[in-house]
C-alpha cells in the first residue's frame, strides 16, 4: 500500500499541474499585439520571479514585443559585467526577440544593496526618459505654437510596464523602490490630465506568505482560485483599452524546465546552494499573477 501511494502521489500532483495549467490558459486573459516592459531591479530577477510572466507574453503568437529594463548591473559582488551578460542570455532563453530588448542602467543612485531604497522621483525620472517624449522639447514647441495643449492625451512609447508589487515579494528594498518609482511615473504623467486614461497599464506581481512562497506548483490551483473569486468580485476588464485588472500565468513542464535553465545556464555566477532550492520549489518560477493598479 504505502508503494502504491508513493508512487501514484507523485502521478496525481503533476496531472493537477497541468490540468490546472491548461485552465489557466483557456481561461484568463491574455495580452496581445502589445507593447511591454518588464522592470526589474538585478539580472535574474526576470528569472528568479516573472519566468512564466516574460514565457507567456513573448509567446510569438501572440505578437507583442517584450523588454527589460534593469535599473542596476547587481554589482554588490563586483559582478556587474558578467551579470549583464547573464541577463541578455537569461531575456533570449525566456523568449526576448534579442538581446538588444535589455537595458541595464548602471547608476550610483541606484546600488544594489539590501539596505538601499530607491529614490522614486529619481526612479520616475528614467522611466520618463525611456518611455516619454522630452519634455522640454514638448515644451518648446507649445511655446513656439502659441497654444495652450496642457490638456492633451498623455502618450508613452510602451502600454504595459510589468514590476513588483509594494511588498516587492522578497521584501528586497530594490524591489519595493520599483512599485514606487513606476507609479510615481504614471501619477506625474498623469497630472493634469483631467479625463484621459493613463495610457500604460501597471501591472505588479502579488506577493505571498513564506508558505505560499515556497509550495512551488502546489499553490497553482489555490491561486487560480483566488484570482476567479477576485474578478467574480469586481477585478472585471474594464479600464484602458479593456485591459484586464488580473493576469495569471501558470507555466507547463516544459515552460518550467525553461525557467530553471535561465538560471543554471544563464546565470551561472548566481547558483549557490540557496538558490538551488529555489527553482526547485520556489513558486515563482511556476506560476505569476499580476494585478493592474489603478493610477490616481
Not at 523568449?95 to 530607491?118: N, Q, Y
Not at 485591459?243 to 546565470?267: C, E, F, N, V, W
Not at 532550492?277 to 493610477?295: A, F, P, Q, S, T
Request: glycine share 6%; proline share 5%; with cysteine.
Amino acid at each position: 500500500m504505502q508503494v502504491y501511494l508513493a508512487l501514484i502521489i507523485p502521478v496525481l500532483l503533476v496531472t493537477c499541474w497541468l490540468y490546472t495549467a491548461h485552465i489557466a490558459r483557456a481561461s484568463f486573459p491574455r495580452l496581445r499585439n502589445k507593447r511591454i516592459c518588464l522592470l526589474i531591479a538585478h539580472p535574474d530577477d526576470e528569472a528568479m520571479f516573472f519566468a512564466p510572466t516574460v514565457l507567456a507574453l513573448a509567446d510569438p503568437q501572440l505578437g507583442n514585443h517584450v523588454k527589460i529594463l534593469c535599473l542596476s548591473s547587481g554589482d554588490a559582488d563586483g559582478l556587474g559585467p558578467t551579470r549583464k551578460t547573464e541577463l541578455a542570455r537569461s531575456a533570449v532563453l525566456l523568449g526576448l526577440r534579442h538581446e538588444s530588448d535589455v537595458l541595464v542602467i548602471e547608476d550610483p543612485a541606484f546600488p544594489d544593496s539590501m539596505t538601499s531604497t530607491w529614490d522614486a522621483a529619481k526612479l520616475a525620472n528614467v522611466l520618463a526618459r525611456a518611455f516619454q517624449a522630452n519634455p522640454a522639447k514638448s515644451a518648446t514647441r507649445k511655446q513656439a505654437s502659441g497654444s495652450d495643449k496642457s490638456n492633451e492625451a498623455p502618450t508613452a512609447t510602451i502600454d504595459v510596464l510589468i514590476t513588483f508589487d509594494r511588498q516587492g515579494v522578497s521584501g528586497h528594498p530594490n524591489h519595493i523602490s520599483l512599485y514606487h518609482g513606476a507609479v510615481a511615473w504614471l501619477q506625474g504623467m498623469m497630472r493634469g490630465k483631467t479625463g484621459w486614461e493613463c495610457p500604460v497599464a501597471l501591472y505588479t506581481l502579488t506577493s505571498t506568505n513564506i508558505l505560499r512562497k515556497y509550495a512551488s506548483v502546489l499553490d497553482a490551483p489555490f491561486t487560480m482560485l483566488r484570482c476567479v473569486l477576485q474578478s467574480m468580485a469586481g477585478a472585471g476588464t474594464k479600464g484602458k483599452e479593456g485591459m484586464p485588472k488580473r493576469l495569471m500565468y501558470l507555466s507547463d513542464i516544459g515552460a518550467y524546465r525553461t525557467a530553471q535553465k535561465a538560471m543554471t545556464q544563464a546565470h551561472k555566477s548566481q547558483m549557490r546552494w540557496f538558490r538551488w532550492g529555489w527553482i526547485g520549489v520556489g513558486r515563482y518560477m511556476v506560476v505569476n499573477d499580476l494585478k493592474r493598479e489603478r493610477i490616481v
